[in-house]
């Protein structure tokens, strides 16, 4: 939505070492999966969705990403919907690895989740991490941010965005 177009934009996701692709609904976002795991090539380390996506809403696309095999991928989830709602409850309970909201804490968690995967394998292999052993998914994703997983354990003064 508008929101999350202003708040993450291109340069965000614009990280030495890290592809991104964009999707215009969650039907899209399956398509791009599904032809990229078709194709034989590795599942993506992280996928970002919003809630209130159009054509499929971001707990089906979850859902449905899951029941394709993706339970290494990184799922984060933002939401504009409020803490105890419905629709943000079916949204947590779908799959996800985390939760945010559309607000600066969100997108700073965001950022530093993306950041987390600036470093690849080269520089795990450079830093003596073999990267065979290099964790994928949520593991490696999650465990490199400000606190760890959970908005709520994020340091209370994040990075700015770039």
Excluded: H
């Excluded at 690895?97 to 950041?115: C, I, P, S």
């Amino acid at each position: 939505d508008a929101m999350l177009r202003l708040a993450i934009s291109n340069q965000l996701f614009a990280r030495p070492g890290v592809e991104a692709r964009v999707a215009c609904n969650g039907q899209e976002a399956l398509d791009i999966v599904r032809k990229l795991a078709d194709q034989g090539e590795p599942p993506f380390d992280l996928v970002l969705l919003d809630n209130q996506m159009p054509v499929l809403d971001g707990a089906e696309c979850c859902r449905r990403l899951r029941a394709m095999g993706f339970a290494d991928v990184c799922i984060i989830g933002m939401t504009g919907d409020p803490p105890g709602s419905p629709d943000r409850a079916e949204f947590e309970a779908s799959g996800l690895d985390e939760t945010v909201d559309k607000d600066t804490a969100g997108v700073n968690y965001v950022a530093a989740a993306l950041a987390s995967l600036s470093l690849g394998p080269a520089e795990e292999v450079a830093a003596g991490a073999p990267a065979a052993e290099a964790p994928r998914g949520a593991e490696r994703v999650l465990s490199d941010v400000a606190g760890g997983p959970g908005v709520g354990a994020l340091d209370p003064a994040p990075p700015p965005l770039p």
